[in-house]
């Protein structure tokens, strides 16, 4: 069993950047390949971000691509998502994954999920 708790949302201006950290309560290390999705209001749970399980390959989608960085350490069963360049359509609830499958750009992929963080962006 693998419980994931987000951190690092908050409100933000245009051109901001955040980090967001998903911290696993199990052993991701070596098991699971992370993804990070989001999911703005009225507006369906899309894919962002996934890193395999040891972290040398990523992979984004086209919206991310560019400002977003997905990155893991798995010492610290942590993985993180760096946000640069952010503008008011990047807001959403941020939630982290669990799953065995790369790149994993389904939301069916995964076994795990966070309950989420807010990320709010300011025009």
């Known amino acids: 069993q693998v419980q994931l708790v987000e951190s690092g949302g908050g409100l933000v201006q245009t051109g901001d950047s955040l980090r967001l950290s998903c911290a696993a309560s199990g052993r991701i290390a070596s098991v699971y390949v992370m993804g990070w999705f989001r999911q703005a209001p009225g507006k369906e749970r899309e894919f962002v971000a996934s890193?395999?399980?040891?972290?040398?390959?990523?992979f984004y989608a086209d919206s991310a691509k560019g400002r977003f960085t997905i990155s893991r350490d798995n010492a610290k069963n942590t993985v993180y998502l760096q946000m640069n360049s952010l503008n008011p359509e990047d807001t959403a609830v941020y939630s982290c994954?669990?799953?065995?499958?790369?790149?994993?750009?389904?939301?069916?992929?995964?076994?795990?999920w966070g309950q989420g963080t807010q990320v709010t962006v300011s025009s």
């Open positions: 890193i395999s399980v040891r972290g040398g390959m990523t």
């Open positions: 994954a669990a799953g065995r499958e790369f790149p994993g750009r389904s939301r069916y992929d995964y076994n795990y």
